[in-house]
C-alpha cells in the first residue's frame, strides 16, 4: 500500500538531501517536502532563497501550507544531519505531525514517525522533539526505510 510521506530537514543539508531524493524514484511511494524558505527576485532578476525565520510575518503561510500537507501524509521522515538538531523549523513539524496524528489515534502517533540519518551523520543529536518520542532512528539505509513505509500506517 502506497502511503503519502512528509519528508523534513533542514535547508542547509539541500546537497546532501538530493541523495535522499534519489530514492523517490525507486518508491511506491509519495514524498513530499516544504522548506522555510521564501524565494524572491533580485535586483539583476536572479532567483534567490532566503531562510524564513519562525516569528517572521511570512511563517504562518509557510506553517499553513506545511499542516495543509500533513493533513494529506500518513507518515513522516525526520533527516537528521550534524545541525538537525537545532533547526526551530524540524521541531515545529516533528511536534505539529505528532499533534495531528496523535488526535487520530491516541499514544500512537510516533508510530508514523521516522529519523534517519544521513551518511556519516549516525552520531549526531536528534531533534528536541524526538527525544521524548518512542520513535526508532534508521541508520542510512534505503531498504530499512522502504520497509518501514510498507507497514500499515496506525489509524
Not at 530514492?23 to 511511494?29: E, R, V
Not at 534505503?142 to 500506517?153: I, N, S, V
Amino acid at each position: 500500500m502506497a502511503v503519502n510521506v512528509f519528508v523534513c530537514f533542514d535547508h542547509t543539508d539541500q546537497k546532501q538531501v538530493e541523495a535522499f531524493n534519489a530514492l523517490k524514484s525507486a518508491s511506491k511511494h509519495a514524498f513530499d517536502t516544504h522548506d522555510y524558505v521564501i524565494r524572491q527576485a533580485s535586483a539583476d532578476g536572479v532567483e534567490q532563497s532566503i531562510p524564513c525565520r519562525f516569528n517572521d510575518a511570512q511563517a504562518k503561510v509557510i506553517r499553513n501550507e506545511i499542516i495543509r500537507k500533513f493533513e494529506q501524509c500518513a507518515k513522516l521522515v525526520v533527516i537528521i544531519s550534524v545541525e538537525t538538531h537545532k533547526n526551530v523549523w524540524i521541531d515545529w513539524k516533528i511536534n505539529t505531525f505528532h499533534k495531528m496524528k496523535d488526535a487520530l489515534a491516541p499514544g500512537k502517533a510516533w508510530k508514523r514517525i521516522r529519523a534517519i540519518s544521513l551518511e556519516g551523520c549516525e552520531n549526531a543529536p536528534a531533534p528536541k522533539a524526538l527525544e521524548c518520542r518512542s520513535t526508532k532512528r534508521l541508520a542510512w539505509d534505503p531498504e530499512a526505510l522502504e520497509k518501514w513505509l510498507e507497514e500499515e500506517p496506525v489509524v
